[in-house]
């Protein structure tokens, strides 16, 4: 295993420490391992939380801030948070006008998620939950009943952050939210493995003549193994499911993710073959991302996001955001 | 070689094809492979100007935009763009005022970059040169006669680039490009090589229980190899060869640079290890980067780079950047 840290045990903390460090515009709690705001947001407006297992930075700690999430909640690599520190991020950054929790559908993580819900209403906290499960990859998985929810939780954080931001309330947050999920998807493949440094190897063994195809973002299975092809077909298999599966003609946001370990000049030949497909499907892409943004450790590999997009959708995109992860407009 | 690509040779005009596609803020030239702003900035303001080998995205086009270059022209990878492009890309973003070529210290780029200043010379142009050599592992090496440029390279560009757009005249940005080059030091190492597409295997071999240090941006040699070790020594190893070479007490810029294939954990994970050296011995760390800005392909590793700043250069950093690769205050 080949990686920049001390111990295995250690490199949760050891990161959040470096995020804490380079960020005085967050708050990282080095004990419960949830990122906020160092400035909350005004009073009587909803709050958005989000969480899940870490190894898919900087989903979601480098998504705080204006414009964006109030609160994110690490767990362990790969491992959801328990409710108890979901429950202390909710009521931690709630201004009094409920809390949207954005859960990636992995059963962990839903059933944490669902249990802070009902401490933090117990507490008086109205909560919002939106489920997301874009991945059509594979229905049922080693992680979850249902699909997964992937590279689409980065545009919800983003649109939702924004309508939060400027005083929606809960009601019309959560139907977003819904809105959103309702109207992406997305389908990943992966060159190489990642290894879970607690593993100390690869999570699978992947020969080095062949990739896979709908892989998941914890090196869970995907559809098939086939031998190593060129870009243009990667993206054939990867943009197909996803326009067999949803009618997204029109205007749309895409996003081509990179894995964590595959370079940029890579993902820009990636989002050319990618785009040209969509477009010549009649998807009209009206905003990109191209980056690591929803990462799976040390995987070398790409997903491919694509979100039908209204004009309310694209100005909430537009709104400026101030995050280590997305920033614009501020 | 697990790579997203077509054939080998097409891969830097592929790449360029998506950077067109996914930043229509970009002018892509694929034949010349300059980039340059869809809007020039106005007559009257001096340009800036660089280049170099490809595999290190995001520099140098992923850094072109508002407040920082003009253009920047891709050579193949890892191979110096020829003179009469860098003559082009010149004439092309001179508003009158004259252009800065921002060089890395590697014997082709030195050498085009300077015929291709004579070249624009003949043109009327006035140009003016820096020549970025930051980098304190070794003296001399296999693309180079003295130090290479590296990660310093990113700062100054952004800090020259904003002192262009806000008017500055061509001896006050030189004499400035002059000042951030005599102030920054870097170091970085390799857990892995990379893998040049055309070669198709390893540029070195590094044993799976090897690291090597002191690598340079083409997995030139470093200083030497040695067994793994954990990161606080790593870090121990890239910060002390800096503060022996320049007194960087004071406050200072700091970016900790992943070289592509390192996730964002191990980034952050390292920052926290460095940040807390360099502030043990008096640098006051005011501003920072964490994340991949100059790359080596899919090389794992990272490199360190400490800039002495001053309100000045503090306020230029500050200014207002729109760029792929760099954005904040617009």
């Known amino acids: 295993m080949k990686k920049l840290i001390n111990k295995p045990e250690d490199v949760l903390v050891e990161s959040l420490r470096g995020v804490a460090a380079a960020h005085p515009e967050l708050s990282v709690d080095l004990d419960t391992h949830v990122i906020t705001r160092a400035t909350p ?3 009587g407006k909803v709050a958005v939380v989000s969480g899940g297992g870490s190894g898919h930075e900087p989903l979601h700690g480098g998504f705080v801030g204006v414009g964006m999430l109030d609160a994110a909640v690490a767990g362990e690599i790969f491992t959801s948070p328990t409710p108890d520190r979901v429950q202390a991020a909710t009521k931690a950054v709630d201004r009094g006008a409920g809390v949207l929790h954005i859960v990636k559908n992995y059963t962990g993580d839903v059933l944490n998620f669902e249990m802070a819900a009902e401490l933090a209403e117990m507490d008086g906290i109205e909560v919002g939950t939106v489920v997301v499960d874009d991945d059509v990859a594979v229905q049922d998985s080693l992680y979850t009943a249902g699909r997964r929810g992937v590279g689409l939780t980065v545009l919800l954080e983003k ?12 009601a019309a947050v959560v139907a977003l939210a819904e809105k959103v999920n309702a109207q992406g998807r997305s389908m990943g493949m992966a060159l190489t493995s990642c290894t879970v440094p607690a593993a100390g190897k690869p999570t699978f063994d992947l020969p080095d003549d062949q990739m896979e195809i709908g892989i998941g973002i914890h090196g869970e299975p995907g559809r098939h193994r086939e031998p190593l092809a060129p870009a243009s077909d990667i993206a054939r298999q990867l943009v197909e499911p996803i326009l067999a599966d949803l009618d997204l003609t029109g205007p749309a946001i895409v996003m081509l993710n990179g894995m964590g370990a595959t370079p940029q000049i890579e993902l820009y030949l990636m989002y050319a073959e990618v785009a040209a497909l969509l477009e010549k499907a009649g998807v009209q892409i009206a905003r990109n991302l191209v980056g690591n943004y929803i990462t799976s450790l040390d995987m070398a590999g790409c ?5 039908k997009a209204d004009d309310e959708i694209l100005r909430l995109w537009d709104a400026p955001v101030i995050t280590p992860g997305l920033r614009w407009g501020a």
């Not at 649109?159 to 809960?170: H, K, M, R, T, Y």
Request: hydrophobic share 45%; glycine share 10%; no cysteine.
């Open 41 to 43: 947001k005004e009073q």
């Open 159 to 170: 649109i939702v952050g924004a309508a939060a931001e400027e005083g929606q309330d809960l």
């Open 303 to 307: 997903s491919v996001t694509v979100l």
